[in-house]
């Protein structure tokens, strides 16, 4: 392999006569014989190696002006470092990300954006994540496939949730809803998102906002006025603005009996109950939903 290598920057140094009349001649030869050492590197799983010399191919690629290749080899490099380095993976697939939106390949370019979105939140890197899935959704958008732009806007939504961005939740997560109701394959999916909206709006401290808001949720979703999910807002909406912690446990405890709340609606939810006053003062910062 480091043969191979030895071999590829020979060629590049390599000086002559001929050269002078055919100077991408010798990036073909040495990226050919970079890819021969990146395949070997590969199969021995000496995964640094692949990828810097998947990267070394960008190089040789961009000299001779073949932007599809330089992309495809940024997938490479990035799929090889996302063994052993993910900050150097995650670098690879921006990049291969920016070039094929620069030669109009926006799918594929979001696809690489969406999986720095995944990589980033496993991470724990939320800001740089949701602005990941953001990217990756404006370009799906562009190629209007909407759907999987919607998917990447949940987690945007989500996202925002965590991160106490409350407004910009409320907003995706309610045109995720509006999406979703007038799609007949995702439309028992809107009453889901339009409860998560809500549940941002009680974080925000809003109740009055939450209550108003289910008056508008009802022309969004027609499935949602009088379903559970619509009675959980109203309940909590009202527990909040009475300042009254334990109804708006038993309320969340109902709701949970029947269709258990996920991690996410958990978190934003104690948020909510810390948020609520009694008497002008906030409650202490129990940890318990009940």
Wanted: with cysteine.
């Amino acid at each position: 392999m480091s043969d191979l290598l030895k071999q590829a920057e020979n060629r590049l140094n390599k000086s002559g006569f001929m050269n002078l009349f055919s100077s991408s001649s010798k990036y073909e030869d040495a990226a050919e014989l970079y890819e021969k050492a990146a395949i070997q590197f590969k199969l021995s799983k000496n995964w640094l190696e692949a990828g810097e010399t998947y990267e070394k191919l960008t190089e040789m690629y961009a000299q001779i002006g073949s932007n599809h290749e330089v992309a495809m080899n940024f997938v490479e490099s990035g799929n090889c470092y996302k063994k052993c380095d993910l900050k150097k993976s995650i670098e690879m697939f921006k990049k291969a990300a920016k070039k094929f939106s620069e030669i109009g390949r926006l799918s594929i370019a979001a696809k690489h954006l969406k999986e720095v979105g995944d990589m980033l939140e496993k991470e724990k890197k939320l800001e740089e994540s949701l602005e990941a899935f953001t990217a990756a959704a404006d370009l799906y958008l562009g190629e209007n496939t909407e759907s999987t732009a919607n998917q990447c806007k949940l987690r945007v939504a989500s996202l925002a949730g965590q991160l106490e961005r409350y407004d910009m939740a409320v907003e995706t997560f309610e045109d995720c809803a509006k999406h979703a109701a007038e799609n007949n394959l995702l439309k028992y999916s809107a009453k889901g998102y339009l409860l998560n909206a809500g549940i941002c709006r009680l974080c925000a401290a809003d109740p009055v906002g939450v209550l108003n808001a289910c008056q508008r949720y009802n022309d969004i979703d027609p499935t949602f006025p009088n379903s559970r999910e619509e009675q959980l807002l109203k309940d909590l909406a009202n527990a909040s603005e009475a300042g009254d912690q334990d109804a708006f446990a038993n309320a969340l405890g109902q709701f949970d009996d029947i269709s258990r709340l996920d991690s996410w609606k958990t978190t934003l939810l104690l948020r909510a109950k810390k948020k609520i006053t009694a008497g002008g003062g906030l409650l202490g910062d129990e940890d318990d939903l009940t």
